[in-house]
């Protein structure tokens, strides 16, 4: 009986290796931790009440932007724990099978559970706010998404210290990826990770789509939305175009592996290729629907900080819109090598250059934004500004990459790695943290440190020079990616040793930022104004952080830029706009269903990754079960009645 | 249910009064993009059907074990269900809660019919040794149909929950936006039916 319990729990848990049993007490601990301050602080009502069951979207926004920074921590430990690897050659420190896993759960995070949740966080903050509505258009769907992604986000987690984590590449190519090439669980951690997720973003998408459309409020027709909410729009239409494949790819290499089909196997008339095919028509996608919101991000900074109307609105609209639909012409670009012909791969090197060009129209846009501004360099400025030489020079690099015949030269090496980290973190990493600067009083009703995060801001960016740039030459140099060490004979050690420094850099740069939000919650002051940046859109009248029904009374919009003109308006001594009589506000009531579904997904998830279906049925039971006791439930919603809004604001005005 | 009814208290909620939005409204436009999405899914499916329904890995093709008198018929009950849920939601447009429930059963019964002949297709199929493991062909097969198929039996399931609504709470806003859903659902998985129809077996036999 002892033996069966130990030749299961050896199987079960990742065993051998010292930095798992520093990961597995660091992790015994944290929980322990977690759970002694809450039982210790009487906590575990609030928590439920206030944040597990919420369905508020500024509450989900936080939510997601607290799990995303911890995901940005783990895809950087790997980050660094491979920088270590490679900064001398035959390094010992990680076995080529961990490096394997190791690139893999790297390249997952940053991308699903890193950059799609910071971004959903975003959404969330920010856009019912600029339409001036109460909600987003499903906040129960909302809430449900989130949950969604953060048991999707913990499954995938889990492999690393429970059966072993996939280590096929982030995108998991067949054969590879297959149960010939994989045979352990990690590859059905990741399936289920990435399905479970998956379907929680497809969901945020038509969420958003939805409140976008249909939410604005009175007066404010399509040439007057906010430039970051046309941006969650054109991503939110990528996401619903894009997502479905993906959930498909996922679940043919599942049933590949589960029931042994042969969509993608070697025997059996499968077709390798049409995985990488599948794959990459979500995946290029993907990269648009990331950078896209950043986009927007930045189109609001600069005119903010610059005191101006964004320059060229109509053209940075049409050059967003094209993205998102050029977007879905250009997957191929990433296996010119894999046998297409020439005239396949003519047509989306072309399509590739095509795409180029609106992404420039915005450069320019953004320039010109600037030309003649008043402009203030507080930290998300500073963010904004050193995106835009970056990124230029990301997109070159990616115009070098789209020449078919030299890409037989650069696929797969290192060129190709700096390339894609350059836009990636240049681009949208970059954004984000703007963003996050941006739109962090609105949130929390205090300012980040402006001193820390001008350490953090330059650490950041001195570090990521020096990290990437070195990686342009060495892969020219014919180092190729998803190699655990080299020789000293190649000659690559310095380019690798000085990368290695930079990113190292970056992390510093990240604990500087930990350190800037420790340090702001002790001592900064609270905004008060509610409009700390003399803000332009409407989310900036209201106070900070907002209250729980945003808008007290629905605003009238009548300009671009609404908020501004009406500030302009009363400096000029004109009456501020009227507003109408309250009314009791009609609200969601916050409900335990999103929460208890999402558990019953990753029983779903983790039943499957075992082959337990006594753990999966229940699943699955659980899933229908809480759907049903939703569709049945009518009594989801209440009104705010007029006293208590006219009490909120008066203490929101009070400290005003 | 116990709960009383929110909308009965606030006859303004459905009409979008200031600052108020149609929540009814707003749940079709999001169910309409939805559909938008389930299209890409199949679309996909399709796509993979029709790359890999030539490698048959030296087994059986389309031709050797299609059996269209079954699949004729299964087609033409899809169809009659289509029907038969558009006189329901005409039921409900002319106000009558029993013509509604009524042709609503009808519907899940037709569907229920379809999905039972499909199932003894695939029964049938794999005793004959044809799997979705057989060959790249019949996994593309059993996937495809096999999804819709899933769709189908969950528009019963989701059916017959609206019809115990119907009965708990009548015609309301709510309910009828329900209804108008799950036909919406409904036609969208007759209209897959009629490609998969077309492209797998049509084309597979001829």
Same mark, same amino acid.
């Given at each position: ?240 175009? /894009? ?302 952080? /907002? ?55 990753? /029983? ?47 203490? /929101?005005?009070?400290?005003? | ?206």
């Amino acid at each position: 009986m002892l033996d069966k319990i130990k030749d299961f729990a050896s199987w079960f848990f990742v065993t051998g290796d010292p930095l798992i049993y520093g990961a597995d007490i660091a992790i015994a601990l944290t929980t322990l931790a977690i759970v002694f301050v809450l039982t210790y602080f009487k906590k575990w009502n609030w928590l439920w009440r206030e944040w597990l069951t919420t369905v508020d979207h500024k509450r989900v926004g936080i939510m997601y932007i607290i799990a995303s920074l911890l995901m940005l921590f783990r895809g950087g430990v790997d980050a660094l724990l491979m920088r270590t690897q490679l900064a001398f050659p035959d390094m010992k420190f990680l076995s080529p099978e961990h490096y394997n896993e190791v690139f893999t759960t790297h390249g997952v995070i940053m991308i699903l559970f890193m950059a799609m949740p910071l971004m959903f966080g975003l959404f969330n903050i920010a856009v019912p706010l600029q339409l001036g509505a109460r909600d987003v258009a499903f906040p129960f769907l909302n809430a449900l998404s989130f949950w969604l992604f953060f048991m999707g986000a913990m499954l995938f987690n889990m492999s690393f210290v429970i059966g072993g984590s996939a280590d096929s590449g982030w995108l998991a190519y067949p054969p590879l990826s297959e149960l010939t090439g994989s045979p352990g669980v990690g590859q059905d951690f990741y399936i289920w990770g990435i399905q479970i997720s998956g379907i929680g973003s497809l969901m945020t998408g038509i969420n958003f789509i939805v409140t976008i459309v249909k939410m604005r409020a009175p007066g404010m027709t399509w040439s007057k939305v906010p430039m970051f909410t046309w941006s969650v729009l054109s991503s939110c239409i990528t996401i619903i175009i /894009a997502f479905p494949v993906l959930t498909v790819t996922l679940a043919l290499l599942f049933l590949d592996r589960y029931l042994g089909a042969h969509f993608f196997t070697m025997d059996g008339g499968g077709n390798a290729m049409m995985y990488i095919n599948l794959i990459w028509m979500w995946g290029h996608p993907e990269v648009y629907i990331v950078v896209l919101p950043a986009f927007g991000i930045y189109s609001e900074i600069v005119s903010t900080f610059s005191k101006k109307r964004l320059f060229g609105y109509g053209s940075m609209v049409f050059a967003m819109m094209s993205i998102s639909v050029m977007s879905y012409f250009t997957w191929l670009h990433h296996f010119f090598t894999m046998g297409s012909g020439a005239s396949v791969n003519t047509f989306f090197a072309i399509t590739t250059m095509v795409i180029a060009i609106p992404t420039g129209v915005k450069i320019f846009n953004w320039l010109f934004t600037m030309y003649r501004g008043r402009i203030t360099f507080s930290t998300p400025m500073l963010w904004t500004l050193a995106f835009i030489p970056c990124f230029v020079v990301g997109g070159m690099t990616g115009v070098m990459l789209s020449v078919a015949p030299a890409d037989f030269q650069f696929h797969n090496s290192y060129f190709l790695i700096a390339h894609f980290h350059q836009v990636l973190i240049g681009g949208v990493a970059f954004g984000y943290f703007a963003g996050l600067y941006y739109w962090w009083p609105k949130m929390f009703g205090f300012k980040l440190n402006e001193k820390l995060g001008k350490w953090a801001f330059w650490i950041w960016n001195i570090g990521f020079y020096v990290c990437f740039m070195p990686q342009y030459f060495v892969g020219l140099d014919g180092m190729t990616r998803r190699v655990s060490t080299y020789g000293w004979d190649t000659g690559w050690w310095a380019m690798n040793f000085t990368s290695t420094i930079g990113g190292f850099l970056m992390g510093l740069g990240f604990l500087f930022q930990v350190w800037q939000i420790a340090h702001s919650i002790k001592f900064m002051e609270k905004d008060t104004t509610g409009d700390p940046w003399n803000g332009r859109t409407l989310e900036w009248s209201i106070p900070s952080p /907002a209250p729980l029904y945003n808008f007290a009374t629905t605003p009238m919009v009548t300009d671009r830029d609404d908020w501004w003109e009406e500030k302009e308006r009363i400096a000029a001594g004109h009456k501020p706009k009227a507003k109408p009589e309250l009314e009791p506000i009609h609200m969601p009531k916050n409900s335990a269903i999103p929460f208890l579904q999402s558990v019953c997904w990753f /029983a779903v998830g983790f039943g499957l990754v075992f082959h337990w279906l006594w753990i999966a049925i229940p699943g699955f039971i659980g899933v229908f079960a809480t759907m049903l006791a939703h569709s049945f439930n009518y009594n989801s919603d209440y009104y705010i009645p007029v006293d208590e809004i006219k009490r909120t604001e008066a203490a /929101a005005r009070r400290s005003v | 249910m116990a709960h009383s009814h929110p909308h009965a208290q606030h006859p303004a909620h459905g009409e979008g009064h200031y600052g108020h939005h149609d929540l009814e409204e707003l749940r079709k436009f999001g169910f309409w993009i939805f559909l938008i999405t389930d299209c890409i899914l199949f679309s996909a499916l399709f796509a993979v059907y029709i790359v890999l329904h030539g490698s048959t890995a030296g087994g059986p093709g389309p031709k050797e074990i299609f059996e269209m008198p079954g699949v004729i018929v299964e087609t033409f009950i899809l169809l009659t269900s289509s029907f038969t849920s558009g006189l329901a939601v005409l039921a409900m447009n002319a106000g009558s809660r029993k013509g509604l429930i009524g042709w609503l059963i009808v519907t899940i019964l037709l569907g229920a019919c379809f999905i039972g002949l499909e199932v003894t297709e695939f029964v049938k199929l794999a005793e004959e040794g044809h799997t979705i493991s057989s060959s790249a062909f019949l996994s593309g097969f059993f996937t495809l149909v096999g999804t819709h198929g899933l769709h189908v039996s969950l528009g019963i399931f989701w059916i017959s929950a609206v019809i115990i609504q119907l009965v708990r709470h009548g015609i309301t806003p709510v309910t009828k936006r329900k209804v108008q859903i799950t036909s919406l659902y409904w036609h969208f998985l007759d209209a897959v039916w009629i490609f998969v129809f077309t492209i797998v077996y049509l084309m597979g036999v001829m």
